[in-house]
């Protein structure tokens, strides 16, 4: 029988404080031994997932769910590797910084600790159990896992062999919880257990996000969600422009970071904006243009009038915004009205604009002649990402393993009294 | 007629824009401007204060709550004595911290900017107004404050005065708002802007901060509530132990960090708990004490046995639980059952025991032989102080300049596409 979301609260909690004090090889060891079964274990672990994608059919799910749920031998081997990579990176908790000693003999520093407990509210993909598992086991953060119902089977299997692998860490099992049932009111209850979970990290829609910030006790990392721009500038190479843009559309269009809208230089539109159609429309982008920019093309059934919302449109689709503007102070207005904080950038040879761009544009990324789909963990050199968060408290945009940390501050006296 | 809230936040966030790009000495000459007024237009604050203070009187409000709200000249030069000194702390804004050059070329750095709109909610004391009017300012942060409905022409007043020196300095006066209206919906109606607000910062007791967690739809700092406990080890210097848990409890005893709860090891007890409660019921403190606590003490009107809730309560007042425990892990037990996480201690002559204690508390501050007076942001060394977390995300502790900025990535390529 399911136990109640604050039974499983209290046991995290518990665990956590057990969890917190472990050294980095116990906490590695359960990566690399979860990688093991990964392997030893595909069988069981693909009929699990079987079932979840054959009831996902028989409910009519999209092929691009079905395709995000289904695990194979491949994908398996994929999460063994990330584990195994995750166990390598150095463990963030007791770092110690700002040390200094104060005139009254006082020493002082901060020293990294995990954060406690972590909810995770995810959905389709079941990879995200295993990769949020990990990464709460290596930073001493016991986590409770709620996966969508779509991929219960699959995600209570991969939870199982977690929790067999803390066993044998000599870990508590309960570091890593998966909630079992998939009523969603225990969504809700999770959002109120406060007094046992020290932050939410929704990792989905605009929806979930957005439910979650209304409905939580419990601070809500918010983000991946990315409304992202690239503003021509006049002195711009056009020519690396046209790569970083096509990159920035099309390598990925379904992730966060990929770009949603071109803002172009009105003294360059009219040169640049039909080579752009010409270079993305020939990999499958169709264009929202506004009038200005239509008026700078030929006629084409690839380009579109925008719309009233088309550039508050997270497009996640071979889809690109186009406006035109009047230079770096509009491109700037248009991105602080529209862009919802993820990746924004400017492609110029202005190293004043590109200045101006980097300190007036306030983004949780910011690029110069760069494409925005570098917003990653692992891109940005972290190692490993749990979330890319666009709220401004505690981290901003990719979340590595530091940020699933907090510190406390060690004051080490010698009898030193307040005067 | 006063404005919505909505229009507040609209106009919060319009002017955070601008500030957030103003230069240090421009920030800077709005403290110091600030100050000069505190000692030029005392006579009409004071006669503001005066309506409040007799209104307060009138409604039958305490002694200590009409000391908390009176104003005088000294309490008006040390309010711009504070905002003097904060003009002369460096601007954490635009420092660039984690800068790397990655294996493609890109150039990376994250750089501090303001967080944006910073709701303060708060109860009786009006420096707060100014105290927060000028930290807001300093890093670039927009506030809307929310006093408490005893204090309104106070902070009408002091207000005013911020928003003449914003426009003096030719920065937005909309950057520091203050709620003309003693309505309590108007609290909830500020919880729930979080189109325009980033992050409350409640100040006030416990029931505040509880009410802000539970209608919040914006990250709330709470802290400020501290049940803090120093530990009495087996090989503590006694005498020391006697001064520090002396200055702990009684050198300002209605703060946050004073002490609530001495543990003392069972081998030192019957000696040291009859010295301690002599020295300190000297100076008025009385006892509630554990059996084992009781049973090393004679019969003494001072003493009472503790209550099933006395090692919950934050004392706030010259009351210390006493609390006979087997060693350093019943200690860190207690500690992790009663503590609010603000700040906890051991004293002892054992280094193993000190570290011991220090990797398993997990509190905002952790003490080795040192009065938990210090948890303080001036103390600190932090410069100032805005509030002390005793929440996880974002800071923990004393929140000084830094603590009210976040950051930004900042990306420079040189035509870099993702592979």
């Not at 690399?32 to 069988?43: S, T, V």
């Amino acid at each position: 029988m399911a136990i109640s979301m604050t039974e499983m609260g209290l046991r995290a909690r518990s665990a956590s404080r057990q969890l917190a004090r472990a050294a980095a090889e116990q906490k590695n060891g359960v990566l690399l031994a979860l990688a093991d079964q990964l392997g030893l274990q595909g069988a069981a672990l693909l009929r699990a997932n079987r079932q979840d994608v054959d009831a996902a059919r028989a409910a009519g799910l999209s092929e691009a769910m079905l395709d995000r749920l289904m695990l194979n031998e491949a994908r398996l081997a994929g999460m063994a590797a990330d584990l195994r990579r995750v166990a390598e990176l150095p463990d963030p908790v007791g770092e110690v910084f700002d040390a200094k000693t104060l005139p009254n003999g006082l020493k002082l520093h901060r020293q990294r600790v995990p954060i406690g407990v972590i909810g995770v509210i995810y959905e389709a993909r079941p990879n995200v159990t295993l990769d949020v598992a990990g990464l709460g086991v290596k930073t001493g953060n016991a986590v409770i896992l709620r996966g969508g119902s779509e991929t219960l089977q699959s995600n209570l299997a991969l939870a199982r062999l977690v929790r067999q692998a803390l066993h044998g860490a000599g870990l508590p099992e309960d570091a890593v919880q998966s909630v079992e049932d998939a009523d969603r009111a225990r969504v809700t209850e999770l959002l109120a257990l406060d007094d046992y979970v020290d932050m939410i990290i929704p990792r989905g829609g605009a929806a979930l996000h957005k439910f979650c910030r209304e409905h939580s006790r419990i601070p809500v990392i918010t983000g991946g969600i990315g409304i992202c721009h690239l503003f021509v500038d006049e002195s711009a190479d056009l020519e690396a422009a046209l790569n970083i843009i096509d990159n920035a559309k099309t390598q990925r269009p379904t992730v966060c970071n990929a770009l949603d809208t071109a803002l172009v230089h009105r003294a360059v539109a009219a040169g640049f904006l039909p080579r752009l159609v010409q270079r993305l429309g020939a990999a499958g982008v169709t264009f929202r243009a506004d009038p200005a920019a239509a008026a700078c093309l030929p006629p084409d059934p690839r380009v579109q009038p925008a719309g009233p919302d088309d550039f508050d449109t997270e497009w996640l689709s071979l889809v690109l915004g186009l406006k035109v503007v009047d230079g770096v102070e509009a491109a700037v207005e248009h991105v602080a009205a529209h862009s919802t904080g993820h990746s924004d950038g400017i492609l110029t040879r202005s190293d004043a604009n590109a200045a101006r761009f980097v300190a007036e544009v306030d983004s949780a990324a910011v690029y110069v002649n760069a494409s925005t789909r570098f917003t990653d963990g692992g891109q940005f050199g972290l190692g490993a990402e749990v979330a890319v968060s666009t709220q401004r408290l505690h981290a901003r945009g990719p979340m590595g393993l530091r940020e699933l940390t907090t510190y406390k501050w060690v004051v080490i006296g010698t009898g030193q009294v307040r005067p």
